[in-house]
């Protein structure tokens, strides 16, 4: 190696070992400081000091020293603190039931929103100041609000019986039962039912008890019940070249949607389900009309059921499947 670039190698490292004496020097005068950053950022960490309450509101603390109800509230959606819509990051209970003081000063103990003695109208504008988005944007033209019922029928802010949706009863169908006995009922029939009791649907799967947009029996989805039936059901979706004139306007002209003792969740059995509309049209008008059917021996009387040839009943797209065999 020449004797310059010896020189030279050796000044650089000794360059490089300056720099790296002056860092440490540098971290080593930082230490103090870093030792104390844990402090200041666990000062920094502590949440802010909340803002007095305004005048006329006395405090949630001041609420829970006589009613108990207030701890229902940990664990819910009401209570998180961290949500900036609920009430515990507001004014807390009185976000609810107005401002407390002269609740608090008055011997008689008025002076504040009791649900319990409130009309359900105004029972349910106090929860749409909040609930007003989404799937209960339709409340106020829902048939449940038309028929004088309230948010609190079905929910209990303080004493849920159901974790989810904080129901009244443990179970959504339970809560819907209530009112709706003989849909819920028909749920349970043994034949064919909807998979409401295996918990694999719910009501709300169809319906939006909060009100729906269609106005078609509280329909979450479309403007028709054969759109709303189509959203699962998307086999039985036109358009087809010969359709069925029940399919097209209503599934349930022969299927009950909630349950029903007969296949297919039909509404009467077949052939009599078919013979509502089709009387005396190339076929006896009934299965049970004596000679016609006894004496010619039909066939029709065997598995007494119209799709046994009219198998595309829900629509066909064969060019000579005007008869739906095809």
Request: include cysteine.
């Amino acid at each position: 190696m020449h004797h310059s670039e010896f020189v030279t190698g050796r000044y650089a490292r000794g360059i490089g070992g300056a720099l790296v004496a002056v860092a440490l020097a540098a971290l080593a005068h930082a230490m103090p400081v870093a030792s104390q950053a844990p402090g200041a950022t666990a000062a920094q960490a502590q949440p802010p000091a909340p803002p007095p309450a305004p005048a006329g509101y006395a405090g949630s603390d001041t609420c829970i020293t006589c009613h108990t109800q207030g701890d229902t509230l940990k664990g819910t959606p009401h209570g998180q603190a961290s949500n900036p819509r609920s009430p515990a990051a507001g004014l807390g209970c009185e976000s609810c039931h107005g401002p407390g003081q002269a609740h608090v000063d008055d011997d008689a103990k008025g002076h504040i929103l009791k649900f319990s003695s409130m009309k359900p109208a105004e029972v349910s504008q106090t929860c749409l100041t909040c609930h007003n988005r989404g799937a209960h944007a339709g409340w106020e033209a829902g048939a449940h609000a038309a028929r004088n019922l309230s948010c609190t029928t079905c929910h209990s802010v303080h004493s849920p019986k159901s974790f989810a949706h904080q129901l009244k009863k443990e179970t959504e169908v339970a809560t819907c039962a209530t009112c709706h006995k003989t849909q819920v009922i028909k749920t349970e029939r043994a034949v064919t039912h909807m998979p409401v009791r295996e918990g694999k649907m719910s009501c709300s799967s169809c319906h939006n008890p909060h009100g729906s947009i269609s106005n078609v029996k509280a329909l979450r989805t479309g403007s028709s019940v054969a759109e709303s039936c189509t959203t699962c059901h998307a086999e039985m979706r036109g358009p087809v070249l010969w359709e069925h004139a029940p399919v097209r306007e209503n599934c349930a002209t022969c299927h009950d949607p909630h349950g029903s003792s007969n296949d297919r969740m039909l509404t009467v059995r077949m052939p009599m389900l078919c013979q509502r509309c089709h009387v005396a049209t190339r076929h006896p008008a009934t299965i049970y009309d004596n000679n016609a059917i006894t004496v010619n021996k039909s066939n029709r009387m065997f598995g007494r059921s119209c799709v046994n040839c009219h198998s595309n009943v829900h629509g066909s797209n064969h060019p000579s499947g005007q008869f739906f065999m095809r």
